[in-house]
């Protein structure tokens, strides 16, 4: 009864799939060629509109009027030169220190604080703006929605999935975002094209496009798979990037003098002085397996080897083999009673006990409850802690499949149970590492400026990278480089 039902099933969505191909053909404005799409432009543009408020909640605005006013001069100037000029794009700085940029059908841009710091001219700025412009320009992000669509189409059928780790997670949200950042590696290798050509059309010199692949390449050394940097992940080898795009550089400029290009190191250092590098505090930040937030004053340890994602909207903990995961919230509910009842409605689930006590000088309302996929047979259990703190409610949530909750059940109580307030004034106070721009004195290598500088041996790796050189590289006297201090 099963298979026969699933045959007919994927038979009738092969013929829809099939249907919507036909219909569904559209000129690539980049090529000139017809390909499968199912966006039109205007659905496109509604698409990155609709998604752009909840990039900017999940990540936060970084508030710097001359690096916004900077990248929205050249991102605008950028985007007249293009195939798709009549787009109204728009250009953010996201407040994370992850090395991203990515784009959004539409014509939403935007770049990392993190990204932003590791540059070292505004021609390896250009070079990455071009390559997101490219993005849109070449509808990639409409592609991988279209690609999308049929995997969703396809996935009705057979969904394995639990709803309760995906609910749970927003994260339906996110994983959505995340995979329409990831493009085939030829869209990639289209957008590196388009990069060196738009960013040569506004006057600057694409090599440094190239080079800024090497500081890419630099930042994997010595590291697992998962902390390149998101700019990485899915895209060509940095290297192979960095001879082709040498290429495209050369043949963009070989009937002009390569000396017109625009480098403009300096005026870009000097705009990045001060940048906050690597994680701020003030949102939250994980020391020695406990999460401080300093602005909301609060405190709770993480299981040892669990990993951390922490975002202005949720916090989010999960052990590496993925049979786990903690999140925690704010809700919008006025009691305690009330956020378990929405709970229990927003995502169906069933509740098995619940009881409240207090923790640490704070109401609490503790539930359990569990969530049924009735096609797969798979249950997800929840503990949820409700906690009443500073007129706010959190919400924790502790998740696992039934089989294994009880194996995960005191790694949730000791983390919810030790939701304290943070008194710790040197925690409260804890200041970001910035990025200060210096001037050398003398001609010497970056190296032993780094000494003098009196940073410390084990950074000076990371030095290297955040300046594009090598410790042996040459720096003349005057020449400006980056150091990083609280």
């Known amino acids: 009864m099963f298979n026969l039902l699933g045959s007919k099933v994927f038979r009738f969505l092969s013929l829809v799939v099939v249907a919507l191909i036909i219909g569904s053909c559209a000129v690539n ?69 992850v090395v991203n940029a990515f784009a959004l059908p539409g014509g939403y841009v935007y770049f990392t604080r993190g990204i932003l710091a590791h540059f070292n001219n505004e021609a390896e700025f250009a070079g990455v703006l071009g390559h997101e412009i490219g993005h849109v320009t070449a509808r990639h992000s409409a592609k991988q929605q279209t690609k999308a669509t049929i995997a969703q189409i396809l996935f009705i059928g057979g969904l394995v999935v639990s709803p309760a780790f995906r609910n749970f997670a927003n994260e339906a949200q996110q994983g959505m975002q995340l995979l329409f950042l990831k493009y085939s590696r030829d869209n990639e290798s289209q957008s590196d094209e388009l990069g060196v050509q738009y960013s040569t059309k506004i006057g600057y010199d694409a090599h440094q496009m190239a080079d800024f692949f090497n500081t890419l390449n630099q930042m994997r050394v010595g590291t697992e798979a998962e902390s390149l940097p998101t700019f990485l992940s899915t895209h060509p080898d940095p290297y192979d990037r960095y001879k082709k795009v040498s290429q495209l550089a050369d043949k963009a400029q070989a009937k002009a003098n390569p000396a017109d290009f625009k480098v403009n190191r300096n005026s870009y250092l000097k705009m990045i002085d001060g940048i906050i590098y690597g994680d701020d505090p003030k949102q939250g930040y994980v020391e020695n397996n406990m999460f401080y937030h300093p602005e909301m004053r609060f405190q709770f340890p993480i299981p040892s080897g669990w990993q951390t994602m922490n975002t202005p909207s949720q916090v989010q903990m999960a052990p590496s083999d993925g049979t786990a995961m903690m ?148 720096v003349s006297a005057g020449d400006l480089y980056k150091v990083i201090v609280k």
């Open 327 to 474: 999140l925690l919230t704010l809700t919008q509910a006025n009691t305690l009673q009330a956020a378990a009842d929405s709970t229990l409605q927003k995502y169906g689930l069933t509740q098995v006990e619940r009881k409240t006590l207090t923790l640490n000088g704070m109401q609490v309302l503790a539930m359990v409850s569990d969530q049924a996929n009735q096609q797969t047979g798979q249950t997800i259990r929840i503990l949820t802690y409700f906690i009443s703190y500073r007129d706010l409610i959190f919400t924790f949530h502790g998740l696992a499949e039934k089989a294994n909750f009880d194996g995960q059940v005191s790694n949730f109580n000791q983390t919810m149970r030790n939701f304290k307030v943070l008194t710790d004034q040197s925690k409260i106070n804890k200041k970001p590492d910035r990025i200060s721009v210096r001037t050398a004195n003398k001609s010497s290598t970056l190296q032993s400026l780094l000494v003098a500088a009196k940073i410390p041996e084990d950074q000076f790796h990371e030095h290297a990278i955040i300046n594009g050189m090598e410790l042996d590289s040459q």
């Open 29 to 97: 404005p980049v090529t000139g060629k017809k390909e499968v799409m199912f966006m039109s432009e205007e659905q496109e543009i509604a698409l990155g509109k609709q998604s752009d408020p909840q990039i900017v909640a999940m990540y936060g605005l970084y508030q710097d009027n001359q690096l916004q006013k900077f990248i929205n001069e050249k991102g605008q100037e950028m985007a007249s030169v293009s195939h798709r000029p009549n787009l109204n794009y728009e250009f953010k700085i996201l407040d994370s220190p």
